[in-house]
C-alpha cells in the first residue's frame, strides 16, 4: 500500500493512542454489567460514572444531564422523537389536537434531517426549513418571524459536516427564547466537538448532540445532553439504564472513550486550532493559486471550523475526482454521502444558492489531529495534477 494522505476528518477521525490505551485499561480488569452489585459491576459503574462526570464538566453540564448513547445519529434522532411526544405529543396530555412546529436549518445533518422528516409524517408536526444565507448561516431575522406558541422544537448545528460554518448559536438561543417560550433549542455539536469549547458554546441549549468518532474516539458511542427544560419520553424501552432515557447495558469502555477523547482534545484545543488552522490556510493558498478557476465555497472571513476547506472545481465531476484522488492515496470527501457511499447532490449547498455546475466539482478537505505538514505538501502536488488531468481528459 503506498502512502495515504488522510484529508477525511469530518467523516471519521483516527482512535487518539490515549483513548485507545484508556479503553484497553477498562477491559483489562474485570468489567461487569453497571447495573450488577459485585465487584466487577461495580467498577463498571464507577467508570461509567466517572466517564459521565467529565463529559458533563466539559460541556458544562450536570452528570444527570449526560445520556450517552450509540452516536450523533441516535442522539439527534432522541432529541427529536423524544421531545415530539412529550407534552404535547400523540397519546400525551396536554393540547391534545394542537400541531407542533419543528423548525430546523436547511443545512442540517441527515440525521436531523431525516428525523425532523420521519416525525412529520408520524406525528402532529408540521416541519418548517429555515433558510440560510449564500455562506450558509441561519436567517436569524426569518427565525424570530417563525417561531411562535405552537414551536416546539428549533434544531440548528453548531458547526456543518460539509463546510464547517459555524452558527450564530447564542443568537438562536436568544431569538427563540424571545418569541416562544415553550420552544426546545436542540444543537448538533459533533463536528464542532474537537475544536470549540463546547461549554461556552452551546451554553443555554436545551439539548446537545455528540459524537465519539468525530473527537478521536470510538464509532459507535455518543451523548446526548438534555437540559432542565425537557420532558423527555424515551425510545429504548427496557431495564431503565440513563435514568430511564434509555435502556439498555452501557458501553462502559465506550464511555471511557469518548471522555479521553474529550479531554484530550480539550487540553490541546488551543494549540491544535492554531495549527490546524495555519495547516488548512497553506493548503487553501496553494490549491486557489494552483488551480485554475477554484472557488472557495464559503468566504475566509466567514467563521468555519479550522480544519474544514471546502472548493468548489468548475469542469471536474466529484465522483471522478474522489476516485483518482483516492487511486493517490488522498483521502478527501464530496459532502454527503448515503449508506451505499454514492454520492448525493448536496442539500447544504443547494440551500447557499450554489449553482448545479459548481456544486458538481464541489469537494471536502478535512484536516484534524491526525494532519501532518507533509500531509499538506503532499496534497499540494497530487490535487492539482489529478484535475489538470481530469480536465484534459474532459
Ligand atoms: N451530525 C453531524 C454534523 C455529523 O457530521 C455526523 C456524522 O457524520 C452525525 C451527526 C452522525 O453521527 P454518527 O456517525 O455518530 O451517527
Known sequence: ???????????????????????????????????????????????????????????????????????????????????????????????????????????EHPAVLESCRAAGERLPVDVVALGVDAAGVVDLPALAESVDERTRLVAVMLANNETGVVQPLAAV????????ERALVLTDAVQ?????????????????????????????????????RVDLVPHHYGGGQERDRRSGTQDVAGAVGLATAMRVAAAGRASSVEVITRRRDRLADGLLSAIDGAIRTVAPEIATLPGHLHLCLAGVEREELLVALGDQGVCASGGSSCASGALQASHVLAAMGVPDDLARGAIRFTLGHGTTDADVERALDVVPAVVASLRRRA
Not at 454489567?33 to 467529565?54: F, M
Not at 438561543?173 to 416562544?180: E, S
Open 1 to 107: 500500500m503506498g502512502v495515504t494522505t488522510y484529508l477525511d476528518h469530518a467523516a471519521t477521525t483516527p482512535l487518539r493512542p490515549e483513548v485507545a490505551q484508556a479503553m484497553a485499561e477498562v477491559h483489562g480488569g474485570p468489567l461487569g454489567n453497571p447495573t450488577g452489585s459485585h465487584r466487577p459491576a461495580q467498577r463498571a459503574k464507577r467508570l461509567l460514572e466517572e466517564a459521565r462526570d467529565e463529559v458533563a464538566d466539559l460541556m458544562g453540564r450536570a452528570p444527570g444531564e449526560i445520556v450517552f448513547t450509540s452516536g450523533g445519529t441516535e442522539s439527534a434522532n432522541l432529541a427529536v422523537f423524544g421531545t415530539l411526544h412529550g407534552e404535547w405529543g400523540a397519546g400525551g396530555g396536554g393540547d391534545r389536537g394542537v400541531r407542533m412546529t419543528v423548525l430546523r436549518s436547511a443545512v
Open 173 to 180: 438561543i436568544d431569538t427563540v427564547r424571545d418569541c416562544g
Open 192 to 228: 464542532a466537538a474537537p475544536f470549540m469549547d463546547l461549554a461556552r458554546a452551546t451554553m443555554g441549549a436545551d439539548l446537545v448532540a455528540l459524537s465519539a468518532h468525530k473527537v478521536g474516539g470510538p464509532v459507535g458511542v455518543g451523548v446526548l445532553a438534555i437540559g432542565p
